[in-house]
Nanobody
Framework: QVHLVGSGGGSIEAGGSLTLSCAASGFPVGSRLMGWFRQAPGKEREGVAAISPDAFDGTVYASSVKGRFAISRDNAKGTVYLQMNSLNPEDTAMYYC?????????????????WGQGTQVTVSS
């Protein structure tokens, strides 16, 4: 059974950095498309970053985070990370990790079939 647990959120001042972790069980993370999404109060869910399975070896980022965020994966630990740098108040949201099937990196939420519980990131100015 696929199970995802996100962690690492917190409160931080603008300009700071955080690293989110997504511990996956029930499948090898290298075999699945993995993504991070976020949702701020009153806003639509937004795809932030995605990493394709090892066989495809690709990543994709939302334009709002490109150059500041980096998604990575440690297959041995079964964990996907989201390194977030130069945070600003617009990054404040609940962040969710998600797993899809086998395919190239996409930020289309419809591709994802399993979701973690979310971890809150709050950035103050």
């Amino acid at each position: 059974q696929v199970h995802l647990v996100g962690s690492g959120g917190g409160s931080i001042e603008a300009g700071g950095s955080l690293t989110l972790s997504c511990a996956a069980s029930g499948f090898p993370v290298g075999s699945r498309l993995m993504g991070w999404f976020r949702q701020a109060p009153g806003k639509e869910r937004e795809g932030v970053a995605a990493i394709s399975p090892d066989a495809f070896d690709g990543t994709v980022y939302a334009s709002s985070v490109k150059g500041r965020f980096a998604i990575s994966r440690d297959n041995a630990k079964g964990t996907v990370y989201l390194q977030m740098n130069s945070l600003n108040p617009e990054d404040t949201a609940m962040y969710y990790c998600a797993a899809a099937g086998f395919g190239s990196a996409t930020l289309d939420a419809r591709a994802y079939v399993a979701w973690g519980q979310g971890t809150q990131v709050t950035v103050s100015s």
